[in-house]
């Protein structure tokens, strides 16, 4: 039952969100809390529609949303004249967004973030009936937000803004405002923001900001009444009120912050001052072994005169290399405490001396004060050890670090500052305290374990851990502990940690892209140096899931890709995953490789995911999400790639590009895989079909020399049998047939280079001509050739083409008078008309008119010209009607045809007379 009383259920509650999800719970909720009727809608548009259609109670709007966001709506309803009850319940943070949303007219403002979804709206619930009861009692929500407004812990400044882009006059303000700047509501309100303002050099910046994104954050410095300055960090957004241009400004005073970071900056200065004033050698390194700082002391003694010269490199390559495994910033384990040693310089001397190490917090890191003097100066280098000591715990006590020294049974020997005001404790209640009671329960266990590792002389380690607060909050924290050691037995044991929680995401998600990065640079390596695409893909998802962090990689490659069959590769997999992988192959695809295959991309597989929703197969992948895509290059589709990892990442839209990126890579690696063999294939043909060229062309003189005696032969029998006119009948007919074998042998001369060679792009106008120059039979045929400036991509026998539809014409269109030459587009394909004014073509010649053998002739040449138009994809068929001349149409595919940008003269004709053709004449003509 809920604590609070319900919303009337005759109430009813428009709620608008473009989060379908978030809209539907909050519906579910809001109607179990509140006893009321819920209606949605997804976006602001279609809030007003239903506000004019029905009767509503109240509001509930998110703010940003597409198109008109919800203060816009408010805006908008409150033009209408309606005072309905609106809450802006929002993920939105921001002062400005509740001021501008008072000034439109809201009744209420709540966060979505924070706390469990069902108390948010169990106080959303409390807020609709409050509203609610207000406007039924007659009460304004206008004293709500003055209290919002002026009692906002930041300054907020309302002023005009004009189209020109300068900052007007002061409009309102809050009482922070006053009560920081010295001035009271009416005098600011007579004042101008540059008036407030120490320096106006920032003002233009913020104006270009303003204007092209609406918002513009930025610090600056502020003038009290009595002349006092103060820096503050602005957050400045550009809306409407009441129909005018304003800028509403939270101003937050950073007065105390700017003086911790001149306080830090200070305490830097002043420590290096201290190591580079200590008469004693001071060396810094870091966890990594590489030294970060060296006063001027311990380059003396080392030999050398700058730092530059040692800072940067390797401890035990420059100043110990003796001491691998003996020396703590490499070797953890190691203590170092005034223990005798040998500092090696520049030019190879030993120098003997006494060192300690301890390692301290520097800028958010953990490094190693190395401390070393000269063994004759022992005297002298304790009295500044002691000095460097104290120093060292005065940076402990103001570090930011929580740091704790801890006896080897548990109790607290020191704490620092920090640690205390972190902790909640004073330092009277530490001296009760030990290590178990300050650590979460959670990490108690791992904890202790890590405690009695450390006192035993094991390695140190990083130690992630809970802490209880005295108030009980948990606090994550990060760090390290190390053990300080006295004959082999544990002494003290010291811990440096620092707060890690909000950190904890971003670095998880960093570590996460850097294996990204990692595992796209070595999938590119291996598609640049395999050649094998089975090795390839194996090789690819094998490092997927090695380097990058995926659970599962696998690939499914379409027939013929890799073998004559299908293909499946993975690494990692599961039964499920593989069967689905399968099922793609053998066409029975699951709702999201069906998705993938219609609309690609990325298609994102978790509970949350359409058109995951009631899947078989999900639940085998949980608790992970999945990621799928199709791998396609070109047009060219290989498969699809799946791959499986933690749900955090899989929604990420890096994590998805990235993936992306992976596929797309692969495909262009099988694309060019395949389309390196086809090219070898094609270079092994064009050699093949030129031997063929070769034998062909000794066969064929071969077979005429043959031929040609086998004439004279025939001619010899013919004078020596002049009697029997039986066998002269006979001979005649072998005449004819070695006549046809003699011309058919002839004819083959003129195609055997067909398609050896690659196609060219021709113009066809010249190809025609040509072609018309060849034909000694014109006769006085006109060729009009009207297509326009216009090239096509075909064999170099092209004009072979245009020759025997020429000589076709001739020879059997019986009265030709005139071959006309066409050109037009349908849709994205080319048609050349070639067509005559002859007798036309029977339609039963029509059906066998292109097969090898027809006509009257060599039955080859519109056979051949059908196979030359092929190479390049252009079809070729004859369309007219008996008795109004032949007619064939070329159809050309896209990309195979061109208009040349440079167009010829225009109305250029040449004429081909008895003179100049013999044989009739050929027009051109400009479309």
């Given at each position: 039952m809920p604590?609070t009383p319900?919303?009337?259920?005759?109430?009813?509650?428009?709620?608008?969100?473009?989060?379908?999800?978030f809209?539907?719970l909050?519906?579910r909720?809001?109607e179990?809390?509140?006893?009321?009727?819920?209606?949605?809608?997804?976006?602001?548009?279609?809030?007003l529609?239903k506000?004019?259609n029905?009767?509503?109670?109240?509001?509930?709007?998110?703010?940003?949303?597409?198109?008109?966001?919800?203060i816009?709506?408010l805006?908008t309803?409150?033009g209408?004249?309606s005072?309905?009850?609106?809450?802006l319940?929002?993920?939105?943070?921001?002062?400005?967004?509740?001021?501008?949303a008072?000034?439109?007219?809201?009744?209420s403002?709540?966060?979505?973030?924070?706390g469990s979804?069902?108390?948010?709206?169990?106080?959303?619930?409390?807020s609709i009936?409050?509203?609610?009861?207000?406007?039924?009692?007659?009460?304004d929500?206008?004293?709500l937000?003055?209290?919002?407004?002026?009692?906002?812990s930041?300054?907020?400044?309302?002023?005009?803004?004009?189209?020109?882009?300068?900052h007007?006059?002061?409009v309102?303000?809050?009482?922070?405002?006053?009560?920081r700047?010295?001035?009271?509501?009416?005098?600011l309100r007579s004042m101008?923001?540059?008036q407030?303002?120490?320096?106006?050099?920032?003002l233009?910046?913020?104006r270009k900001d303003?204007?092209?994104?609406?918002?513009?954050?930025?610090?600056?410095v502020h003038?009290?009444?009595?002349?006092?300055?103060f820096?503050n960090?602005?957050?400045?957004?550009?809306?409407?009120?009441?129909?005018?241009?304003v800028v509403i400004?939270?101003?937050?005073?950073?007065?105390?912050?700017?003086?911790?970071?001149?306080?830090?900056?200070?305490?830097?200065?002043?420590?290096q001052?201290?190591?580079?004033?200590?008469?004693?050698?001071?060396?810094?390194?870091g966890?990594?072994?590489?030294?970060?700082?060296?006063n001027?002391?311990?380059?003396?003694?080392?030999?050398y005169?700058?730092?530059?010269?040692?800072v940067?490199?390797?401890?035990?390559?420059?100043?110990?290399?003796d001491?691998?495994?003996?020396h703590?910033?490499?070797?953890p384990?190691?203590?170092?405490?005034?223990?005798?040693?040998?500092?090696?310089?520049?030019?190879?001397?030993?120098?003997?001396?006494?060192?300690?190490?301890?390692?301290?917090?520097?800028?958010?890191?953990?490094?190693?004060l190395?401390?070393?003097i000269?063994r004759?100066?022992m005297?002298a280098?304790?009295m500044?050890l002691?000095?460097i000591?104290?120093?060292?715990?005065?940076?402990?006590?103001n570090?930011?670090?929580?740091?704790q020294s801890?006896?080897?049974?548990?109790r607290f020997?020191?704490?620092n500052?920090?640690?205390?005001?972190?902790?909640?404790?004073?330092?009277?209640?530490?001296?009760?305290l030990?290590?178990?009671?300050?650590i979460?329960p959670?990490?108690?266990d791992?904890?202790?374990?890590t405690f009695?590792?450390?006192?035993?002389?094991?390695?140190?380690?990083?130690v992630?851990?809970?802490?209880?607060a005295?108030?009980g909050?948990?606090?994550?924290?990060?760090g390290?502990?190390?053990?300080?050691?006295?004959?082999?037995?544990?002494?003290?044991?010291r811990?440096?940690?620092r707060?890690v929680?909000?950190?904890?995401?971003?670095?998880?998600?960093?570590?996460?892209?850097?294996?990204v990065?990692?595992?796209?640079?070595?999938?590119?390596?291996?598609t640049?140096?395999?050649?094998?695409?089975?090795?390839?893909i194996?090789?690819?998802?094998?490092?997927?899931v090695?380097?990058?962090?995926?659970?599962?990689?696998g690939?499914?490659l379409?027939?013929?890709?890799?073998?004559?069959?299908?293909?499946?590769?993975?690494s990692?997999?599961?039964?499920?995953?593989?069967?689905?992988l399968?099922?793609?192959?053998?066409?029975e695809m699951?709702p999201?490789i069906?998705?993938?295959?219609?609309?690609?991309?990325?298609?994102?597989?978790?509970?949350g995911?359409?058109?995951?929703?009631?899947?078989?197969?999900?639940?085998?992948?949980?608790?992970?999400g999945?990621?799928i895509?199709?791998?396609?290059?070109?047009?060219?589709?290989?498969?699809?790639?799946?791959?499986?990892?933690?749900?955090?990442?899989?929604?990420?839209?890096?994590?998805?590009?990235?993936?992306?990126?992976v596929?797309?890579?692969?495909?262009f690696?099988?694309?060019?895989?395949d389309?390196?063999?086809?090219?070898?294939?094609?270079?092994a043909?064009?050699?093949?079909?030129k031997k063929?060229?070769?034998l062909s062309?000794?066969?064929?003189?071969?077979?005429?020399?043959?031929?040609?005696?086998?004439?004279?032969?025939?001619e010899?029998?013919?004078?020596?049998?002049p009697?029997?006119?039986e066998?002269?009948?006979?001979?005649?007919r072998?005449?004819?047939?070695?006549?046809?074998i003699?011309?058919?042998?002839?004819f083959?001369?003129?195609?055997q280079?067909?398609g050896?060679?690659?196609?060219?792009?021709?113009d066809?106008?010249?190809?025609?001509?040509?072609?018309?120059?060849?034909?000694?039979r014109?006769?006085?045929?006109?060729?009009?050739?009207?297509?326009?400036?216009?090239?096509?991509?075909?064999?170099?026998m092209?004009?072979?083409?245009?020759?025997n539809?020429?000589?076709?014409?001739?020879?059997?269109?019986g009265?030709?008078?005139?071959i006309?030459?066409?050109?037009?587009e349908?849709g994205?394909?080319?048609?050349?008309?070639i067509?005559?004014?002859?007798s036309?073509?029977h339609?039963?010649?029509?059906a066998?008119?292109f097969?090898r053998?027809?006509?009257k002739?060599?039955?080859?040449?519109?056979?051949?010209?059908?196979?030359?138009?092929?190479?390049?994809?252009m079809?070729?068929e004859?369309t007219?009607?008996?008795?109004?001349?032949a007619?064939?149409?070329?159809e050309?595919?896209?990309?195979?045809?061109?208009?040349?940008?440079?167009i010829?003269p225009?109305?250029?004709?040449?004429?081909?007379?008895?003179e100049?053709?013999?044989?009739?004449s050929?027009?051109?003509s400009?479309g």
């Amino acid at each position: 039952m809920p604590d609070t009383p319900p919303i009337h259920p005759l109430n009813a509650v428009l709620c608008v969100d473009d989060d379908p999800a978030f809209t539907d719970l909050t519906r579910r909720f809001l109607e179990q809390l509140g006893d009321c009727r819920v209606d949605t809608a997804a976006s602001a548009e279609e809030a007003l529609d239903k506000l004019q259609n029905g009767s509503f109670a109240a509001i509930v709007s998110d703010y940003q949303m597409p198109g008109m966001n919800g203060i816009d709506l408010l805006r908008t309803v409150r033009g209408s004249g309606s005072q309905i009850p609106f809450i802006l319940f929002t993920g939105m943070d921001g002062t400005e967004i509740i001021a501008e949303a008072m000034y439109c007219g809201a009744d209420s403002f709540l966060q979505k973030n924070g706390g469990s979804l069902k108390e948010k709206i169990s106080s959303l619930s409390d807020s609709i009936r409050e509203a609610i009861e207000r406007r039924d009692n007659g009460e304004d929500s206008e004293d709500l937000y003055w209290q919002i407004f002026n009692n906002s812990s930041d300054s907020i400044f309302v002023h005009r803004f004009s189209p020109e882009g300068t900052h007007g006059a002061l409009v309102e303000v809050n009482n922070t405002a006053c009560q920081r700047l010295g001035y009271s509501r009416n005098e600011l309100r007579s004042m101008g923001i540059s008036q407030i303002l120490q320096s106006l050099d920032h003002l233009p910046a913020v104006r270009k900001d303003l204007q092209e994104s609406g918002y513009s954050t930025y610090e600056s410095v502020h003038i009290t009444k009595d002349g006092h300055a103060f820096p503050n960090d602005i957050n400045a957004h550009l809306c409407t009120l009441n129909n005018e241009t304003v800028v509403i400004s939270t101003a937050r005073d950073i007065t105390e912050q700017k003086e911790v970071e001149e306080r830090l900056k200070r305490y830097e200065q002043n420590l290096q001052t201290i190591i580079d004033s200590a008469n004693f050698g001071i060396v810094i390194i870091g966890s990594d072994g590489f030294i970060k700082r060296i006063n001027r002391s311990a380059l003396r003694m080392a030999g050398y005169e700058r730092p530059e010269e040692v800072v940067g490199s390797i401890c035990h390559k420059t100043l110990w290399p003796d001491e691998l495994g003996r020396h703590p910033p490499l070797d953890p384990g190691q203590v170092v405490d005034h223990s005798e040693h040998i500092l090696f310089t520049k030019n190879g001397e030993e120098i003997p001396i006494t060192q300690s190490v301890s390692p301290i917090t520097l800028n958010d890191e953990t490094v190693y004060l190395v401390q070393f003097i000269d063994r004759s100066d022992m005297v002298a280098a304790e009295m500044a050890l002691r000095e460097i000591e104290q120093a060292y715990r005065n940076a402990l006590e103001n570090a930011t670090d929580l740091i704790q020294s801890v006896s080897p049974d548990g109790r607290f020997l020191f704490v620092n500052r920090s640690w205390l005001d972190t902790l909640g404790y004073t330092e009277d209640e530490v001296a009760d305290l030990t290590l178990s009671d300050i650590i979460a329960p959670e990490s108690l266990d791992h904890c202790m374990k890590t405690f009695q590792n450390i006192m035993q002389g094991g390695p140190i380690s990083t130690v992630e851990a809970a802490f209880c607060a005295k108030d009980g909050r948990k606090i994550l924290v990060e760090g390290s502990v190390n053990c300080i050691l006295e004959n082999g037995h544990p002494v003290i044991t010291r811990g440096f940690f620092r707060d890690v929680t909000e950190r904890k995401r971003a670095e998880q998600k960093i570590r996460h892209l850097n294996h990204v990065l990692h595992a796209i640079r070595d999938v590119t390596a291996i598609t640049a140096r395999e050649k094998d695409p089975y090795n390839l893909i194996r090789e690819s998802c094998e490092t997927l899931v090695q380097r990058r962090g995926y659970t599962m990689a696998g690939i499914a490659l379409l027939e013929g890709v890799i073998s004559d069959g299908p293909t499946i590769v993975t690494s990692g997999c599961s039964g499920e995953s593989i069967h689905m992988l399968g099922g793609f192959l053998e066409g029975e695809m699951t709702p999201c490789i069906k998705t993938a295959m219609e609309e690609g991309g990325v298609i994102v597989i978790d509970e949350g995911a359409e058109p995951c929703a009631g899947c078989p197969h999900l639940g085998q992948s949980l608790p992970y999400g999945s990621l799928i895509t199709k791998l396609t290059h070109e047009g060219n589709l290989f498969g699809i790639m799946i791959a499986s990892m933690p749900p955090e990442f899989v929604s990420e839209p890096e994590e998805q590009e990235l993936f992306s990126e992976v596929a797309r890579d692969l495909a262009f690696a099988l694309y060019s895989l395949d389309l390196e063999g086809r090219t070898q294939y094609h270079d092994a043909l064009l050699e093949a079909n030129k031997k063929l060229n070769i034998l062909s062309g000794i066969t064929r003189h071969d077979i005429l020399n043959q031929v040609t005696a086998l004439s004279g032969y025939l001619e010899i029998l013919t004078f020596r049998l002049p009697g029997d006119p039986e066998v002269l009948k006979l001979i005649d007919r072998l005449k004819v047939l070695t006549s046809t074998i003699q011309r058919q042998i002839s004819f083959t001369k003129d195609y055997q280079d067909m398609g050896v060679n690659d196609p060219l792009w021709q113009d066809v106008r010249s190809v025609v001509e040509r072609a018309a120059s060849g034909t000694h039979r014109l006769n006085g045929i006109d060729i009009d050739v009207d297509i326009g400036p216009l090239e096509i991509l075909a064999d170099a026998m092209l004009e072979k083409v245009f020759f025997n539809l020429i000589d076709n014409a001739i020879r059997h269109g019986g009265e030709v008078t005139e071959i006309r030459v066409r050109f037009h587009e349908k849709g994205e394909r080319g048609v050349l008309v070639i067509e005559d004014n002859g007798s036309g073509i029977h339609p039963e010649m029509k059906a066998r008119l292109f097969l090898r053998g027809s006509g009257k002739n060599t039955g080859y040449g519109l056979f051949l010209s059908r196979e030359i138009l092929g190479i390049t994809g252009m079809i070729i068929e004859e369309t007219g009607e008996e008795g109004n001349g032949a007619r064939f149409e070329i159809e050309i595919p896209p990309g195979v045809y061109r208009r040349p940008s440079i167009i010829p003269p225009q109305n250029h004709q040449t004429s081909c007379s008895r003179e100049s053709m013999r044989s009739g004449s050929l027009h051109r003509s400009e479309g």
